[in-house]
């Protein structure tokens, strides 16, 4: 075992396969002690979404130990220094106990942050955030995006014009000091923490992907998310927290205050999942490019049983040799 305390990451679009495969390599390493798994999806961390988020159910949970699952109020807005402190908690409890954890998510820049450091930008105030959620709701992102584009080129260059989150998180720290974001990202304030890391980005095919996308949301439908929505929205959380803006809840939120059908809200929130997946698919294969590439996880015709075990195989070398 090398000297660094070893961390495994299994990131990914939504509806790759991820949480399965990290639980099925969880179970398969039990004859070395064992691993834990740590969320590093930015919604699963909100208890009142466990449908919409695909959140692991009871079975999962008794089987294998996992962490950061519905542990925040949708009241507290989660940012990637806040979800690092509690990861960071996590794997240093995980290692005390001499067992592998394994981080699995779609977040991609909570795990570059574990992985990386955190960048020392300071808190964007709440009048600047808001300011720039008016001005997205009312102009588009891509309006936003051109305007990023006039004041920091560099920067609106590695960002898609669909990207509203990403766009609009430029500009706030852009408004707020002055200072493009990708500088304060050059600038880390920390020394990240000296892990051993394997990285696998589970990456489908689009058509495979689009497929899976569509039938996990309309397995969600049958296990109950519109009632799920009705109940976040019966909290009255404004429309820009976090997990009013998570995957199905605008569409399905929509639907329910009669704005538009349900057929329609079903259209949009399938629709609105692929994009989210593709440009999850484009950040990893550009943020996360010395990561091994898997063709998905369980659940897609490419990913054999030897897939499986040859990963298996390397996650094995690597507890052995670090690398």
Known sequence: MTARQ???????????????????????????GGAEIV???????????????????AADLAAVPHHLY????????????????????AIAGIHARNRLPIIVGGAGLYI??????????????ETVRAAIADRMAAEGPAALH???????????????????????????????????????????ADTPPSFASLAFVLDPPRAALRQACAGRFRAMLSAGALDEVRALRALGQPANAPVMKALGVPALAAHLAGEIDFA????????????????????????????ERLPAGPGYAQFSERIFQDTCTKIRSFLLTGR
């Open 6 to 32: 070893p961390l495994l990451v299994l990131a990914g679009p939504t509806a790759s396969g991820k949480s399965r495969l990290a639980l099925d390599i969880a179970q398969s390493l039990g004859d070395r």
């Open 39 to 57: 969320n590093a999806d930015a919604i699963q961390v909100y208890r009142e979404l466990a449908i919409l988020t695909a959140r692991p159910g």
């Open 70 to 89: 519905g542990v925040l109020p949708a009241a507290e807005r989660c940012s990637a220094g806040r979800w690092r402190e509690l990861a960071l908690e």
């Open 112 to 125: 570059r942050t574990l992985l990386d450091g955190l960048a020392p930008i300071p808190p964007v105030p």
């Open 146 to 188: 051109a305007a990023l584009a006039r004041r920091d080129p560099d920067g609106a260059a590695r960002l898609s014009p669909n990207d509203r989150q990403r766009i609009a998180r430029a500009l706030e720290v852009l408004e707020a000091t002055g200072r493009p974001i990708g500088a304060w990202q050059r600038d880390r």
């Open 264 to 291: 329609t809200a079903v259209e949009r929130a399938e629709t609105a999942t692929m994009q989210y997946a593709k440009r999850q698919q484009t950040w990893f294969r550009h943020q996360l490019a010395g990561a």
